[in-house]
């Protein structure tokens, strides 16, 4: 893909492109490699109603923070016989493309209502702009994180945006989960 930005998805099931008009946030998975300004990135948004998601960045940094798998590979990639290393691995990649979704669908609804913590952290646009309480293991962060493959440590999202966001979808925090 040469520019998401520009990209049209085309559905894959086989249904028309009109059907996806019933929703107001679409994350759409691709299998290219994408770059942002030369670094790999696992998303992007440039609207407020589509975001992609790029599964062999994914993929690429769950192998990475997994580690070495032996002594001759230098990241995780085990043989599928491993099938305890292929579900951790799984696992892995099914949590980055979760993560990653739900960091693009705040920068789609960061278009309606201002998400101020959005691009925060190590990597942001914006040099010294933090994190909320100092943590980067939150959805706003402008770096994937290892929070964002793993369980732990939990992420969450910004105690200003939940706000934004609970006001957005009309919950409390409690029903918004």
Same mark, same amino acid.
């Not at 998401?4 to 099931?13: E, F, K, S, W």
């Not at 669908?105 to 010294?128: R, Y």
């Given at each position: ?40 990135? %696992? /998303?992007?948004?440039?609207? #407020? ?8 960045? *994914?993929?690429?940094? =769950?192998? !990475? ?56 952290? %190590? /990597?942001?646009?914006?040099? #010294? ?8 293991? *939150?959805?706003?962060? =402008?770096? !994937? ?33």
């Amino acid at each position: 893909m040469a520019n998401p930005a520009t990209a049209v998805a085309q559905p894959l099931y086989g249904g028309s492109y009109n059907s996806f008009l019933l929703f107001d946030h679409i994350v759409y998975i691709d299998g290219d490699w994408y770059t942002f300004d030369g670094t790999p990135a %696992p /998303g992007y948004t440039t609207r #407020g109603d589509s975001s992609w998601v790029f599964y062999s960045n *994914v993929v690429n940094y =769950a192998e !990475a923070l997994l580690g070495p798998y032996g002594k001759q590979l230098l990241d995780w990639t085990p043989p599928l016989s491993d099938a305890a290393a292929m579900q951790k691995l799984v696992d892995a990649i099914g949590r980055g493309i979760g993560n990653t979704a739900a960091h693009e669908t705040g920068h789609q609804i960061s278009f309606t209502v201002p998400l101020p913590g959005m691009e925060c952290g %190590p /990597g942001a646009p914006k040099p #010294g702009k933090d994190c909320q309480g100092s943590s980067n293991y *939150v959805y706003e962060a =402008a770096s !994937a994180n290892d929070a964002f493959v793993f369980d732990t440590p939990s992420i969450q999202w910004e105690l200003d945006d939940q706000k934004a966001l609970e006001k957005y979808f009309n919950c409390t925090a409690t029903d918004c989960k």
